[in-house]
């Protein structure tokens, strides 16, 4: 070192190659996120979770604009955390991703190449504790169907011995929990007719208490009986309603009410919408005011 503190040239010689701290090529490692700390870090060190219960990540256009910005940085568990709870599975990324796997398939398909994300390994805690937060994050959102539910919620019951303990944790009535686990009794056939929406919940647990050879037998005989079911008296409802408009006429609002209420399952966001026609905006503010007070 010379005067002053400048580097004399035999120093700078020393220093060539990874050592240089001139030509930028010294090797930085890279910084860990802290716990509960958020930090921007490359795709290539996040992994989704292979033990994720949803089938697929679904349409993810609605995320395109991922792009340009990512309201919420994704939760993940350290390689080792995870390992350590599934030791049969080998991680090779830094982070698996356990809240967000969706946003990280966004990512890779639209072109961020990186990421906001949060390490939490206290969610590692326990295999329950894990999926627990990814049934939760999951419940209710976007292209999460019932029959992924179902099963996600049956792997919990597993994990925490009964039933009520999952209940318990995914803070769900143990009503909810049963209806959930019903679903799997269905025969397959009926299991992809509730995932597209064409088999209503209520009346798909109807047919998971008849015996498993009878159950499509049953439901095209009650299809049969009801003109093909609800949904053939939703798609006449929604031709009559274009009819209907043709004329300058409107679609009545209670079967508009009606029509939505049958596809609540799959949709509730439908319900919500034709409620708020019916009643304006005041009346569906109180409407929520009073659902609010009967489920405190």
Avoid: C
């Avoid at 020393?14 to 050592?19: A, L, P, Q, Y």
């Avoid at 716990?35 to 990540?57: C, F, I």
């Avoid at 599934?86 to 961020?112: C, D």
């Amino acid at each position: 070192m010379g005067r002053g503190g400048v580097k004399t040239f035999d120093a700078l010689v020393d220093e060539v190659g990874d050592k240089s701290s001139v030509d930028g090529s010294a090797n930085t490692p890279v910084v860990a996120p802290r716990s509960g700390m958020s930090r921007s870090v490359a795709l290539r060190d996040l992994v989704g979770n292979p033990h994720n219960p949803r089938d697929s990540v679904g349409d993810l256009d609605e995320l395109a604009s991922i792009v340009e910005f990512q309201l919420q940085p994704v939760v993940a568990v350290t390689r080792g955390a995870f390992q350590a709870l599934y030791p049969e599975t080998t991680i090779s990324a830094r982070w698996v991703v356990i809240i967000g796997n969706r946003r990280l398939a966004a990512a890779h398909k639209f072109g961020r190449p990186e990421l906001d994300i949060v390490i939490k390994d206290e969610l590692a805690k326990d295999r329950a504790t894990l999926l627990t937060a990814v049934i939760s994050e999951n419940v209710d959102r976007s292209g999460f169907d019932v029959i992924e539910e179902a099963k996600a919620v049956e792997r919990l019951v597993g994990e925490y011995g009964s039933a009520d303990a999952a209940a318990e944790h995914l803070r769900k009535s143990k009503t909810w929990v049963s209806h959930r686990r019903a679903l799997l009794k269905l025969a397959p056939d009926l299991q992809e007719a509730t995932r597209r929406g064409d088999l209503a919940i209520r009346e798909a647990r109807t047919l998971a208490q008849v015996p498993l050879a009878q159950q499509v037998a049953r439901w095209n005989a009650a299809r049969g009986r009801h003109g093909d079911g609800a949904n053939a008296q939703d798609d006449a409802g929604e031709r009559d309603s274009e009819s209907a408009a043709k004329n300058g006429a409107t679609t009545p609002p209670l079967r508009t009410v009606t029509r939505a209420l049958r596809k609540f399952d799959t949709d509730p966001s439908a319900l919500a919408l034709a409620l708020r026609d019916q009643l304006g905006d005041t009346g569906a503010k109180l409407l929520v005011t009073q659902l609010r007070k009967i489920l405190k």
